[in-house]
């Protein structure tokens, strides 16, 4: 038993010990301890050291508000996380625990120097300084205030844990399973409702857990709390623990992040670590209770110091006193409770020092029947001790002055300045909150979503105001929901409800200019930062806010924003609410990344599309390229094969005899109906009517701007019928922009618009022997040129399978591309390609069709176009029908700026030394010897090794490029210029007799 | 995440079934070769970008896909109506009016 | 007014910072200003400082519904960069990358300018192509811009995950060395106080509620929840809300206000040298001075004024993050927020004259506004003060939506951050 244990006290487990770790040294502590329970059991306060200034720091809370006790916890390799509140963790055989922000020891810290020199490391003092010389600042300066930054150290590991996620629709979701969470849980539930109650804390029960005084309806508070939780659990809620509501969102939307393992010695291996929940409630009942307010004065940060209702929870919850001798120092009755369960624990309270002049007369009276000395009107004006309090400052304050000093040891220090209704959440939803002037806080104003504010969060004191308030409230829940609801009360005896005042910092007699009086602890914000914030200007709360940092450390200003807001609003002589709050924002507490990501990591990052002929292109050792989401055969290297030798083989077999290429991504839609054809001249720049059922043609479309959306060959099967095909990125912006005109702009056409890309496997065959492969395969087709030709489209079976046949080429060789149904993909893919062995068919991917089609001229919309490019600007004019009375982007075309001079046009490109390959994005320019910046008239879109050509070949936009053919470029490049003449953009066989063979 | 009520399928379904098809009412001219630059660019590009009610387009991409309107407000995201489209911009002050009878704190 | 150094900073520890003046003094409106600006963002005040230090044009109002520097140039996740693809806008951010290096001499004022360099990852092929445009674009344009190897890119930013496998590998990476991070607040500040010092009133919790035009059409001043306030020029730079004050001018823009959400992790020691962004994934993150991870996100689908956004968007950027830095997996988000961004139709903003005589307009920045600051300013001081455009903002018209002169920087780099 360690010195601090109280036997038989509290909710741990006194007979289960559990050992840890703290910087190296292990510890005792019992199981349901946090790390900051069974540290305080043990004595230890100091845990942590402050950002700025390093100073010494243990825990002021016992819950997760907590600022100064964080710490770094691991579980082996890979499994470290930093900034973890001591408070919050439970304890487990052999967990890892370590300070932070201290070199070389926690009790022995460089970086305190900076808290000798605090004056001049007053709020904002970095804009101001560090700007002379101006050298200095990349090579000194900045180095050094980078270098200060953090309070833990980051993983360095890949995470080996799991995270999950879940959706859950719920009637009411009550967020807080303290008083009014649980009271308001079971009216919805007796309603019928199906009902969620989620709370933060390893159990349910909020304030009861710190308060086992209390008797409700007649029942001692906990074995209350144990039947009301078995009805719940009858009624059938679902009841989350560890589960913390971290944002609300539209409509209802509440995010929960529920902590599976962190507690766990030996987690299961399947079980993630954390689940993120998204729930759509109803109703929303917020009860998330208040918050306690440390009370600002000179020395109010020392390890020892700790708010009074947390050194209650650690009495009651966790059977831990928090020292031997203490005094307590108050703005408000909660703190005197604090104090008479400490003594009656043993622990000496020194002194109950209050600042009002006249507390509450009960509560005098009985510190006086346990001999508490009481000092009521005093203020507290500044501590002693360096790793742990060793006195605490007071003085008489008679009409606002402030008297003699006298000093009392202790080692411990409770403070309380009041509490504050916790609305965070319903910050998040944009609801509005008005200052209360009685009670000193913000309370809950205009409602914007369907949710209910119970218990303290509308400053409401007490257990039984609590309790019935969640009655009430969950009834309204019930209401709103079209049931009825019987309001019930319960009385509560040994309640403690109670008032206070509320302060800036504490009057003092000595130099207010020096005081440490901490408000934001964790980021070192004093109250005479805050008042220097107002000094400079600073007039609102969120310019005092991001001027100080106050309310920004990774408590998100729990602690802080309250007493921040008071002391801002009293230098400025205003209201509070005239300063303003700053808003709260989403997650409620800090929440691990992983949770957000759940599922979406590694190869579930995003979905992989594949072809039904992705298996066999990975069995052949194909490379792959993403392209948009899907992922496609890139070339096929054979053994010794780089890319370059791959795709220049691949080239090379294709021409000479046969390639088969899977063209499975490229889109397709079906489109059919009476006014097809109509459809198809209202969308694509082409004519239509004329294109005989059987033939295609390929199709420009535009956006209404003018400029080149999507592009493919489209093909008549029927009068009433197309089949389109896109590019493999553009399919479903296409399908969308189609579907758009048509149900908005001409719902009078009769068509219906189809997505058949993963309906077809396409496979495409090029090649001098592609009919000869294929021709023995297809009936119910003569696919001879005369009864087949070029640009034709039919429907037939190959290999046994229906199929779609297109003769088309986007090769300049002889081609014919075969869809057939996707389950049948693979089949016949291999089918071709053992009958394929005679004519050495050679499998290529997209690089060398990207090669192919190059040498041909035909462009890649998105690579030779840019979203900047017209058809004419890309030499397809010839594609944009000249009698059509409209089509979607015709009008724009006519816009001055698109008919202008000097435009970018689509060339070809060769250099003149006929070996160097230009880059693909290299820039052009006329002059290559004027000055930087220099005038660049295009750039490369296009750029290939062409074993056709015997040379390099290169596409390029260029300003009035189709007017400059024969003409002289340059394009520089860093360590050279390389020279090029401009010239049409095909560059093998310009009479496409290839494709008639 | 928005909830969104499909006028076709007559649903309130998550915003990831739904995809914003910007501003509503903004008809494409019936003979554009007619119109000129200006009303080209209007046509295009000029949106009221209101703050407040705002009618827009949504399509229910991953559902009946379906385009049709909406009236949201724009300062607090809440849906005012939706409706199918074709049909004529809603009254905005029965809209408001209806809207203020809902709202949660009254 | 104080000038800022490490003396006057010493001398006032001495004095227990008891002497130190407002930064600049709350105002309230005078009846009539040479100048008004709409908008006491980054941009609004930097416009103001900008017209009284170089052009002497001190009878000048910054106003702001809300206060200064509450809007965006808060909000926004301090990427400063350059390396832009059209000629046009290289100048234009360029310029502003001129300006910020001096600014903190210049305003006396540290806005912590920090050239860590930015790092653009390429993951496919489509990214390389054109990445490499923009390498050589900037190059021949004098703009800092190179490419590196995955490995390279490793070594600059040790987090990185350069594993072949990724679902989105990284195949190399654009780095522009003179970019960086500034400390956004003080940029408004540091602006503020410099242009009330040179005699620029700033009211703020004064909503502009219409700009007057004359019978000749001209601007007269603008109403205000504070009454008329005459000025025969008026500048609007209100970003998201710029659509709302235009229009009672009569002049409807071509903008969409978006939600924007940005986030910050725990504080950590530093382990993040640089900025890194990947567009095809959609996620920016650079390490704030305090230690956070500062990480930025896309924008929702649909327009609003409510600065909420969803969870969706959010949990596939820090999706995003964590594949690229896996390492990140187990830190916390502290906090996340969001803003209001104008977005024009091609992603480049409008910046300079209006067709209304008087009337002045800086917006349509998208998520790109906050790297632009002191250029955006500098040049739309000059247009304020001159009447006629700058050389750098000339290309940045409204007529261009008319014309189709579009500057996309969307449509050729796939998305323009």
Known sequence: ?997 | MLLIHCPYCDETLPELEFTYGGEAHIARPENPADKTDDEWRDFLFIRTNVKGPHFERWRHAHGCGRFFNAVRDTVSDRFLTTYKAGEPRPDLAVLLEDAAKKEPSK | MTHFSALSLLKNALTGQKNWQAQWPDSQPKAEYDVVIVGAGGHGLGAAYYLAKEHGITNVAVIDKGWLGGGNTGRNTTIIRSNYLYDESARLYDHAVDLWEGLSQDLNYNVMFSRRGVLMLAHNVHDVQSFQRHIHSNRLNGVDNRWLTPEEAKEFCPPLNISPNARYPVVGAALQMRAGTARHDAVAWGYARGASQRGVDIIQNCPVTAIRRGPDGAVEGVETAKGFIRAKKVAVSAAGHTSVVMETAGVRMPLESYPLQALVSEPVKPIFPCVVMSNTVHAYISQSDKGELVIGSGTDQYTSYSQRGGLPLIEHTVAAICEIFPIFNRMRMLRKWGGIVDVTPDRSPILGMTPVPGLYVNCGWGTGGFKATPGAAHTLAWTVAKGTPHDINAPFTLDRFRTGRLIDEAAAAAVAH
Request: aromatic fraction near 8%; charge should be neutral; glycine fraction near 10%.
């Open chain 1, 1 to 997: 038993m360690t010195a601090f244990r109280v036997p038989g006290r509290g909710r741990v487990l006194h007979n289960r010990p559990v050992s840890f770790t703290f910087d190296g040294d292990t510890y005792q502590g019992l199981e349901g301890d946090t790390v900051a329970s069974a540290l305080i059991a043990n004595g230890v306060h100091l845990m942590g050291r402050s950002f700025k200034y390093h100073r010494p720091r243990g825990p002021i809370a016992a819950g997760s508000e907590e600022p100064n006790a964080l710490i770094g916890t691991r579980r082996g390799k890979g499994r470290f996380e930093p900034n973890t509140r001591a408070t919050v963790q439970e304890i487990w055989n052999g967990l890892e625990t370590n300070s932070q922000n201290k070199y070389p020891s926690l009790k022995f810290d460089i970086g305190a120097i900076n808290d000798r020199l605090y004056m001049l490391f007053s709020a904002g003092f970095y804009y101001k300084t560090f700007m002379w010389p101006r050298s200095f600042w990349d090579k000194v300066y900045e180095p050094f205030i980078r270098a200060a930054a953090g309070l833990g150290v980051s993983p360095t590991e890949p995470d080996p844990d799991n995270y999950a996620s879940r959706y859950l629709h719920t009637d009411v979701l009550v967020v807080g399973a303290g008083p009014a969470g649980l009271a308001a849980a079971r009216a919805a539930a007796e309603a019928g409702l199906r009902v969620t109650l989620v709370d933060e804390n390893a159990e349910p029960g909020g304030t009861l857990l710190s308060e086992p005084q209390a008797k409700i309806d007649g029942k001692p508070a906990w074995d209350w709390l144990e039947s009301e939780i078995d009805a719940l659990i009858d009624l059938g809620v679902r009841i989350m623990t560890r589960t913390t509501a971290i944002g609300y969102y539209h409509q209802n939307m509440i995010g929960l992040c529920q902590k599976l393992t962190d507690h766990l010695e030996k987690p299961a291996a399947s079980t993630p670590r954390e689940r993120m929940w998204r729930v759509r409630a109803k109703q929303v009942i917020l009860a998330q209770g208040a918050l306690e307010k440390p009370l600002v004065f000179d020395g109010n940060d020392r390890p020892g110091v700790m708010l009074a209702g947390s050194a209650q929870t650690y009495l009651n919850r966790y059977g831990v006193r928090v020292g031997n001798n203490t005094v307590v120092v108050t703005s408000h009755d909660s703190a005197w409770y604090a104090a008479f369960d400490l003594a009656s624990a043993g622990t000496r309270i020194e002194a109950i020092v209050d600042t009002r002049p006249a507390p509450n007369a009960d509560l005098v009276k009985q510190a006086a029947a346990r001999g508490i000395t009481v000092f009521a009107g005093y203020t507290a004006t500044g501590t002693s001790g360096r790793l742990r309090i060793k006195s605490v400052r007071i003085n008489k304050v008679d009409n606002g002055r402030v008297m003699a000093a006298q000093t009392l040891a202790c080692d411990s220090l409770l403070v309380c300045g009041g509490w504050t209704p916790s609305l965070h959440l319903f910050s998040h939803t944009k609801g509005t909150l008005k200052w209360d002037d009685q009670s000193q806080t913000f309370l809950p104003d205009r409602i914007t979503e369907d949710c209910q504010i119970a218990g303290a969060g509308r400053g409401l004191w007490g257990i039984e105001a609590a309790l019935n308030d969640g009655f009430a409230m969950g009834a309204a829940a019930v209401k709103a929901l079209g049931k009825t609801a019987n309001i019930k009360t319960l009385s509560v005896a040994d309640d403690r409800p109670g008032s206070g005042t509320s302060h800036t910092e504490l009057p003092t007699d000595l130099d207010a200019g020096k005081a440490r009086a901490f408000v934001d602890y964790q980021n070192d914000v004093t109250a005479k930062d805050l008042r220097l914030a107002v000094r400079e200007g600073m007039r609102s709360i969120e310019h005092v806010k991001r001027y100080t940092t106050n309310g920004m450390a990774t408590d998100q200003g729990k602690m802080s924003n309250i007493n921040g807001l008071n002391i801002a609003a009293d230098a400025l002589g205003k209201k509070q609410p005239e300063v303003g709050l700053t808003t709260f924002r989403p997650p409620y507490t800090p929440t691990t990344f992983g949770a957000f990501v759940g599922y979406h990591k590694g190869d579930h990052f995003e979905v992989t599309r594949k072809t039904p002929i992705d298996s066999w292109a990975e069995e052949n050792r194909a490379v792959f390229e993403p392209v948009s989401l899907w992922r496609r055969a890139w070339y096929f290297p054979k053994d010794g094969e780089d890319m370059d030798a791959a795709v220049r083989r691949e080239c090379r077999e294709t021409r000479k005899s046969l390639g088969m290429f899977d063209a499975s991504t490229l889109g397709k839609i079906e489109v059919v109906g009476p006014d097809a054809v109509e459809f198809m001249n209202r969308m694509y720049t082409n004519p239509w009517t004329k294109l005989a059922p059987g033939r295609t043609r390929y199709g420009l479309l535009l956006g209404d701007d003018g400029y080149i959306r999507d592009d493919g060959v489209i093909g008549r099967l029927s009068d009433d019928r197309f089949h389109i095909t896109t590019t493999t990125g553009g399919a479903a912006r296409v399908l969308n922009m189609m579907e758009d005109y048509l149900q908005t702009e001409w719902p009078d056409l009769k068509v219906w618009l189809t997505s058949t890309t993963e309906q077809w496997a396409t496979i495409a065959l090029n090649g001098p022997n592609a009919r000869n492969l294929l021709a023995p395969f297809v009936e119910g087709l003569d696919i001879s040129d005369e009864a087949f030709p070029h640009m034709s489209i039919a429907e037939c079976s190959v290999a046994g399978f229906p199929a779609r046949l297109f003769r088309v080429s986007f090769t300049g060789e002889l081609g014919f591309e075969v869809n057939v149904p996707a389950r049948h993909g693979r089949a016949l893919w291999e089918t071709l390609f053992a009958a394929g062995q005679k004519y050495d068919i050679c499998p290529y991917g997209t690089e060398t069709m990207h090669v192919l089609r190059a040498e041909k001229g035909f462009i890649i919309v998105g690579q030779d176009t840019d979203g900047t490019v017209t058809p004419y600007d890309a030499g397809a004019g010839w594609a944009v029908g000249k009698n059509k009375p409209d089509f979607v982007g015709m009008r724009a075309l006519n816009r001055p700026d698109l008919t202008a001079e000097g435009r970018k046009q689509l060339v070809g490109l060769l250099t003149d030394d006929g070996v160097s390959k230009l880059e693909e994005g290299a820039q052009i320019v006329l002059d290559p010897n004027q000055p930087i910046p220099m005038k660049m008239v295009g750039h490369v879109t296009s750029s290939y090794h062409s074993d056709a050509a015997g040379r390099p070949i290169a596409l390029a936009l260029i300003e009035g490029g189709h007017g400059k053919t024969g003409e002289t470029v340059y394009i520089p490049m860093p360590d050279r210029t390389i020279r090029a003449t401009i010239t049409g953009t095909v560059f093998y066989d310009p009479e496409n007799a290839r494709l008639k063979l």
